[in-house]
């Protein structure tokens, strides 16, 4: 029977923290789980909310001393569970037993998925983007000129895309262990992309569910340093996968669209 790891990295998070495990308590997947809180060396009440559900979840806690990446956090969260598939989830996600389940059944039926993630959407009910083509100059193009590059929904129900957000993506133990887990050379932003294409390069696809669906709180715009920092984020990405030429083209039309503003 399989059994699922919901691993959470969180920093200075408390109150959406407490919404997620709420969520997790009062309304958990059918899998046999275990909940596994990477605490990133949090200053405010995230202590005080874990021992909240220490006794109302399977849970176990992982205390960082110093600020620490969000690869690092997240393969040591995995490691530690024993779980025959695994989740990992933001802090600001707010999941339900049933997208869960659907994640999980994704995985179950086909061994050929290797990551899968869910329809995103904000608070409010309005549609959040996951699901893209890896990047490359034509998406970059693509996005400074404000075209959509959110892959449409397959009419089966399962999207093969490049590119997941990170906020929830769900995959077999085996899977991670095969590809390494999360890239200790991406610090936070980036981290997803890699992942998914390692998951790629291993011959397994990347699927969101249409079925599952799930609540992000995320951020609606970013300001200009986040925005840079993504695409750096990227073009280490780009230079990694695609050698130096595409990098520096990537990165020379990264400049150009800073310098407009977008």
Known sequence: MSSLAVVIFTRDDADHLEACLRCLRDDPPTARMEVVVFDNASADRTPEVLAEFASDLPLRVITAPRDTSFSKGNNEGYAVSSASHVVFLNPDTLPSGAALDALLAALEADPARG?????????????????????????????????????????????????????????????????????????????????????????????????????????????????????????????????????????ALVRVAELFGR
């Open 115 to 251: 990551l899968v993630g869910p329809r995103l959407i904000y608070p409010d009910g309005t549609h959040q983007g996951s699901g893209w083509h890896l990047p490359d100059l034509e998406q970059l193009l693509a996005e400074r000129l404000g075209r959509e590059r959110e892959l449409a929904p397959d009419p089966s129900g399962f999207t093969d895309v490049g590119w997941l957000m990170g906020c929830c993506v769900m995959a077999p133990r085996t899977v991670l262990d095969e590809v390494g887990g999360w890239d200790l050379a991406f610090w936070f932003h980036g981290t997803d992309l890699e992942l998914c294409a390692k998951v790629r390069r291993a011959g397994r696809r990347v699927v969101r569910v249409e079925e599952a669906q799930l609540i992000h709180v995320g951020h609606r715009t970013w300001d200009a340093a986040r925005r840079h920092q993504v695409r750096q984020a990227q073009r280490l990405w780009m230079l990694r996968d695609h050698g130096f030429l595409q990098a520096a083209s990537y990165g």
